[in-house]
């Protein structure tokens, strides 16, 4: 059986490739929350749209189509695979 050497997890390509996929997003992010300017957040800023000519009874029938699409899809990976399917996330 080969000697486990930690040093060669770590001098893979592989390694600094995922770091720069999760680093370089986060330091821009943390570069654009430095630039803008915040503005104070009110309670209606949560619920109301961004685009103004929206009418409410859309945004309120595409959330319930999504709810209805994602609890299908829950509930038929509960059929499929039982509480299996949810090991792998508490693992």
Same mark, same amino acid.
């Given at each position: 059986? !080969?000697?486990?050497? #930690?040093?060669?997890?770590?001098? +893979?390509?592989? *390694? /600094?490739?995922?770091?720069?996929? *999760? !680093?370089?997003?986060?330091? *821009? ?8 300017? /915040?503005? #104070?957040?009110? /309670?209606?800023?949560? $619920? +109301? /749209?961004? $685009?103004?000519?929206?009418? #409410?009874? $859309?945004?309120?029938?595409? +959330?319930?189509? *999504? ?12 059929? =499929? +695979?039982?509480?299996?399917?949810? =090991?792998?996330?508490?693992?």
């Amino acid at each position: 059986m !080969a000697e486990y050497d #930690p040093l060669d997890y770590w001098t +893979r390509w592989q *390694v /600094p490739v995922c770091f720069l996929i *999760v !680093a370089a997003p986060a330091a *821009v992010a943390v570069a654009a929350l430095f630039r803008s300017e /915040p503005d #104070p957040i009110r /309670p209606s800023d949560l $619920w +109301r /749209p961004c $685009w103004k000519r929206v009418h #409410p009874l $859309w945004l309120l029938a595409y +959330r319930t189509l *999504v709810c209805a699409a994602m609890s299908y899809f829950l509930i038929d990976m509960l059929l =499929y +695979r039982g509480l299996r399917a949810f =090991y792998f996330y508490t693992e």
